[in-house]
C-alpha cells in the first residue's frame, strides 16, 4: 500500500513567487493533516481537513496561505506570495477517522517538501 | 513556555548503550503520548503511542508516562547504530469532533548517534 506521497520532493524560490505543494494521502484516510517545521523550531500543525472540509485552521500564520483538498482526496497548500519566513519543511499526514471503540488513529506522514524561499 | 519541552540534543552513545529520552509538557489536558523516529530527508515514523499514564514496551522500546510529573521518557534497550535518527515526542487531546482526530503537538526532537 502506497504511503502519504508529498510533491515535490524540493522546491526553491524567490521572494514574492507563489508555490504550490500537494500531498497525496493514503487512500480511505478522510483526515488530512498539514504540518510545517522551520529552522531550529518544532514541528507545528498548519489545518485539518476531513474529507473536502477544512475543521480547524488554526496553525495557518495569515492569508499567505491558502489550503485546499479537491474531492476529498489530495491537497494543495499555495503560498502566495512567499516571504523568506516561509523556509522550512512542510509535512503532510493522514489518518482513519476514528471506528468503534478506538480512541486513537494513527497519522501517516509523508516525506515531507523542503522549501526555500530566496 | 511551550507546550513540549525536549533537549535537541545531539545524544552520541556506543552500540549496545541504553538510551534514555525526555520530553516535558505543560498541558494536563494531553491525553495521548507518542514517540516518532525520523531519519534524515524523510518524514517522522511512529514508534509507539501510550494513551494516559503507564508503561509500554515493544521490543527494545519502551515508553512511560508520568502524567502527575508531566514527563514521558523512551527507552531504547541494546542501542543499534540504524537507530540513529532524531526522536520526537508528540503529544494530542482527541478530539470527538468530526469523528475524531489527534492534533499533534511535537518536541523540538532529539538527535541520537549510535556508533560502532
Known amino acids: 500500500e502506497a504511503g502519504v506521497t508529498q510533491f515535490p520532493s524540493h522546491s526553491v524560490i524567490e521572494k514574492g513567487q507563489t508555490v504550490t505543494l500537494r500531498c497525496d494521502p493514503i487512500?480511505?484516510?478522510?483526515?488530512l493533516y498539514w504540518y510545517r517545521r522551520v529552522m531550529g523550531k518544532e514541528i507545528k500543525f498548519l489545518l485539518h481537513f476531513v474529507k473536502e472540509s477544512k475543521q480547524d485552521e488554526s496553525g495557518m500564520p495569515n492569508n499567505r496561505f491558502l489550503a485546499e483538498r479537491t474531492g476529498g482526496t489530495y491537497s494543495t497548500l499555495k503560498v502566495q506570495p512567499a516571504e523568506l519566513e516561509d523556509s522550512g519543511v512542510y509535512f503532510c499526514?493522514?489518518?482513519?477517522?476514528?471506528?468503534?471503540?478506538?480512541?486513537?488513529?494513527?497519522?501517516?506522514f509523508g516525506q515531507g517538501t523542503r522549501l526555500t524561499v530566496v | 513556555q511551550k507546550e513540549v519541552e525536549q533537549d535537541p540534543g545531539p545524544l552520541s552513545v556506543p552500540e549496545g548503550a541504553i538510551v534514555s529520552l525526555n520530553c516535558t509538557y505543560s498541558n494536563s489536558a494531553f491525553q495521548y503520548f507518542m514517540w516518532y523516529r525520523q531519519y534524515s530527508r524523510k518524514g517522522p515514523e511512529l514508534l509507539m503511542y501510550?494513551?494516559?499514564?503507564g508503561n509500554k514496551e515493544d521490543g527494545r522500546f519502551t515508553a512511560q508516562v508520568d502524567k502527575s510529573s508531566k514527563y514521558i521518557s523512551l527507552f531504547i534497550r541494546d542501542s543499534q547504530p540504524s537507530d540513529s535518527a532524531t526522536y520526537l515526542c508528540?503529544?494530542?487531546?482527541?478530539?470527538?469532533?468530526?469523528?475524531?482526530?489527534?492534533?499533534?503537538?511535537f518536541g523540538a526532537g532529539t538527535r541520537l548517534a549510535v556508533h560502532p
Open positions: 499526514a493522514s489518518s482513519l477517522q476514528l471506528t468503534g471503540g478506538n480512541s486513537y488513529t494513527e497519522a501517516f
Open positions: 487512500s480511505g484516510h478522510d483526515n
Open positions: 508528540a503529544m494530542s487531546v482527541l478530539s470527538m469532533f468530526s469523528g475524531g482526530y489527534n492534533k499533534l503537538i
Open positions: 501510550t494513551y494516559s499514564s
